[in-house]
């Protein structure tokens, strides 16, 4: 099984930017939203798939892969971007995003439709609960690998969320970590105002897990926290705080973000703010525009 060879921090910031660009003109070229909730997550994507994940686009359904699980699936814009740049399929293929007929939507597909996707997601607080049963199922078949998800922090509102925690615990499932995009938002307000969330940490402490809390934008800290916990016989939580719409100043902390289409204008905007070239931009024709 092939594992994701470490890169350096310069070199995970330098995909970071190419990915939320690329991220960004897709959404301008085919009226594709979540783009705040896209961009939240793109670092800590970067760093599983380039790092973490034992994964191999050349045998996908491995038995010994790693599994990732994205449960906040309105995020998939950017893990088809991830997906892409590590050869589960040519980056070409993303051109039919959006037409009729095309397998790239706002959701991810089911996996028989689509290399590198475990898990059709989007109905928030589904991916944890088959994460567990995916991390239970390595356990009896003695297979050494591990289950990660990555979950929203809205998505925590949800019960099935609380029952999988309290059963992963239970059975003391180690070999499965979670990764909450703690960017402080939902589709109509702060997280912790629609609910009481806060203090987020402690309560996944308080249900057994080995927890602890980081800046989601810091390949470092994902680095340290994953080595850290790596040992411990717990299930594992890594709270991620985080920003959305994290890289594009105009965007950041904007909960506009979550449903809004950025203009020709504010692609070109984009571009300069993530320092990307000129010749990288093509706004026109280089993906079709959606249809209808």
Same mark, same amino acid.
């Given at each position: ?29 085919? #009226? ?40 906040? #699936?309105? *995020? +998939?814009?950017? %893990?088809?971007?991830? %997906? ?13 995003? $959006? ?16 290399? #590198?996707?475990?898990?059709?997601? /989007? ?8 994460? %567990? ?32 925690? %309290?059963?992963?615990? +239970? ?24 609910? /009481? ?10 249900? $057994? ?27 594992? *939580? ?34 300069? +703010? ?10 026109? /024709? ?7």
């Amino acid at each position: 099984m092939k594992v994701s060879q470490a890169s350096s921090t310069k070199e995970l910031e330098r995909m970071a930017r190419k990915i939320r660009f690329r991220t960004i003109r897709n959404s301008h070229l085919t #009226g594709t939203p979540h783009l705040g909730s896209c961009l939240s997550c793109t670092d800590l994507l970067v760093w599983l798939y380039w790092n973490i994940l034992k994964l191999d686009s050349r045998d996908p359904n491995a038995p010994a892969r790693d599994r990732f699980i994205l449960s906040k #699936g309105h *995020a +998939a814009p950017v %893990l088809f971007q991830v %997906l892409a740049e590590r050869g589960f399929y040519p980056v070409t293929d993303l051109q039919s995003y $959006g037409n009729d007929g095309s397998i790239f939507g706002e959701h991810p597909p089911s996996p028989e439709h689509l290399s #590198g996707i475990e898990a059709a997601t /989007g109905s928030l607080g589904h991916g944890l609960p088959m994460g %567990l049963g995916m991390a239970l199922a390595g356990r009896l078949q003695k297979s050494s690998y591990n289950v990660y998800v990555i979950l929203s922090d809205g998505e925590c509102n949800e019960g099935s969320v609380w029952e999988s925690a %309290l059963m992963a615990a +239970a059975q003391n499932v180690q070999n499965l970590t979670i990764f909450i995009d703690y960017n402080k938002w939902q589709a109509t307000g702060r997280s912790n105002e629609v609910l /009481g969330l806060a203090p987020l940490a402690e309560k996944w402490k308080a249900f $057994g897990w080995v927890t602890t809390e980081i800046d989601g934008h810091s390949f470092e800290e994902m680095t340290k926290a994953h080595q850290d916990l790596s040992d411990d016989p717990r299930p594992k *939580a890594i709270i991620c705080n985080t920003i959305k719409g994290k890289g594009i100043p105009f965007m950041e902390d904007d909960n506009n973000w979550h449903y809004r289409i950025p203009t020709k204008e504010e692609v070109s905007q984009s571009a300069q +703010a993530l320092q990307i070239h000129a010749d990288e931009v093509l706004l026109e /024709g280089s993906i079709p525009l959606k249809h209808g």
